[in-house]
């Protein structure tokens, strides 16, 4: 009863007596306390966002830095160093006096007592939670193929990955047998969204160019790259004929695309596919998944709590002010969302996120000021996706475009949005370098991960006679 009772008298404020009841559960001070759950771009922007209004804000995220996810396949691929695509999180929001950063992470979320629990134990209280803890990777009820096909969400992620696709020519380097070898410089890239994409052709740009004249015994120029899909073309979120000329792009770089097949199994020696009515073998030591992602458990937990059901991705409803569905003090966007506007859903990219932030402040903003909520509407400002060395695709509703000029764009844009003078100036330097000169500069193997260590190599011939990309 008390609960009930604290719960109706602080969303509302009536009266001097829910400050009482409430004052021992605020972070920081008297004045409502605003928790946001992640640094990414959403939970950024919604802390920039109040940074002049009358709350206490606290920020929590399980790593102290935001990452600028967009080009963390480049860190994936050798192109850029970790430090250049991340920035601490403290440094950002330096400036602004009502931000308290804690770096944990959320394990739980008491919509009643209107508090979240840490891993360390510790509760925090607020009278407003923006939940914004972004997507983690999904396999699609198969998670046992995570530690052979790794996704790429975080900088632990990339760093793996770099490890295994440069590995892998380490281990074709000193194979005896054929099929070994074969294996090792056989990459499958699962998903042709954007990151399949832009994963796929980096790596066969690794292969016929950066790496070209490093080997002794091999020649890596004669690298298979497949680019699984399970639909019927690459990029799907674009029109159909730029997905058309991303193909070709990518076909040109030595990709082979495989649409319409489904994979059905992947061990530590390679993946089985399934096209039409024939599953067939690939023998691989390398393969990475960006098929699909998940929202935050965080959703399934509130939405447990709250006894509603969250989509097939993880994504909590919410109404048009972006409070989650009949809870108005807790707000989810970005890939935590699950959202429609002018009828139509909105996508998991950072645009939205960002503007699902800038929502949520106004939201906040119009409570304070005792005013009407605003319903939000997403405004969709176009999409980029780089396909490899000046080659991308370019659409702004009715304007579509491919090419060095996409490209252009693809690349200019892509800087403006990085945080900080240093980054806009190493990312620049190291992609005009590379541009130039075909190298990449952060070809470290700095993980654990071996390639066919401590494994028993494909035996007999398999390898060979399975697939064939020639």
């Known amino acids: 009863m008390r609960n009930d009772v604290v719960t109706e008298c602080s969303r509302h404020n009536v009266d001097g007596m829910a400050d009482d009841l409430l004052a021992d559960r605020r972070p920081v001070g008297d004045r409502p306390s605003v928790v946001i759950v992640g640094g990414g771009f959403g939970g950024l922007e919604a802390a920039k966002r109040l940074a002049s209004a009358d709350v206490d804000i606290t920020l929590i995220d399980r790593h102290n830095h935001h990452l600028f996810q967009p080009l963390l396949y480049q860190v994936a691929t050798a192109g850029l160093n970790p430090a250049d695509i991340a920035h601490p999180i403290r440094s950002i929001l330096r400036d602004q006096d009502n931000v308290e950063v804690v770096l944990e992470e959320v394990i739980d979320i008491d919509p009643v007592e209107r508090s979240v629990t840490l891993r360390n134990g510790r509760r925090m209280a607020f009278d407003y939670l923006v939940l914004a803890a972004g997507a983690r990777h999904a396999y699609f009820g198969n998670d046992e193929w995570e530690q052979f096909a790794p996704g790429l969400k975080s900088i632990e992620d990339a760093i793996e990955i770099r490890g295994r696709v440069l590995g892998a020519f380490e281990l074709a380097e000193q194979a005896t047998r054929p099929e070994v070898r074969h294996a090792a410089m056989t990459f499958v890239v699962v998903g042709a969204g954007a990151s399949g994409v832009e994963l796929a052709g980096a790596v066969a740009e690794i292969a016929r160019h950066t790496l070209a004249r490093d080997f002794h015994h091999i020649d890596t120029t004669e690298t298979t790259v497949l680019l699984v899909e399970g639909g019927e073309r690459v990029l799907p979120e674009f029109d159909e004929t730029l997905s058309e000329r991303a193909r070709e ?26 096209a039409a009515d024939s599953t067939s073998r690939i023998d691989t030591f390398t393969v990475l998944w960006a098929a699909g992602v998940a929202a935050s458990r965080l959703g399934a937990i509130l939405a447990d709590q709250l006894d509603i059901e969250v989509d097939r991705s993880g994504r909590i409803p919410v109404d048009a002010s972006l409070a989650v569905s009949n809870v108005d003090d807790i707000f989810a966007i970005g890939d935590m969302a699950a959202v429609t506007s002018d009828d139509k859903p909105v996508p998991g990219v950072a645009p939205a996120a960002i503007q699902g932030a800038q929502h949520v ?17 997403y405004f969709d400002k176009g999409s980029l996706a780089t396909i490899g060395r000046s080659a991308a695709v370019a659409e702004f509703g009715p304007v579509k475009f491919s090419g060095f000029l996409a490209w252009v764009l693809w690349w200019a844009v ?10 806009r100036a190493i990312v620049m330097f190291s992609w005009g370098w590379s541009w130039l000169t075909f190298r990449r500069g952060a070809r470290l193997i700095t993980s654990r991960w071996r390639p066919g260590a401590g494994l028993d190599p494909p035996p007999g011939p398999r390898g060979a006679s399975r697939h064939s990309s020639s």
């Not at 892509?414 to 980054?423: D, K, Q, V, W």
Request: glycine share 8%; charged share 25%; proline share 2%.
């Open 249 to 274: 792009e990518l076909e040109g770089l030595g990709v082979t695309v495989m649409t319409d097949t489904m994979v059905v199994d992947i061990d530590a020696h390679g993946v089985d596919v399934r």
């Open 361 to 377: 402040a106004k939201v906040i903003r119009a409570d304070l000021a005792r005013q009407a909520r605003p319903a939000f509407r």
């Open 414 to 423: 892509h800087i403006l949005l990085l945080i900080g003078f240093r980054s």
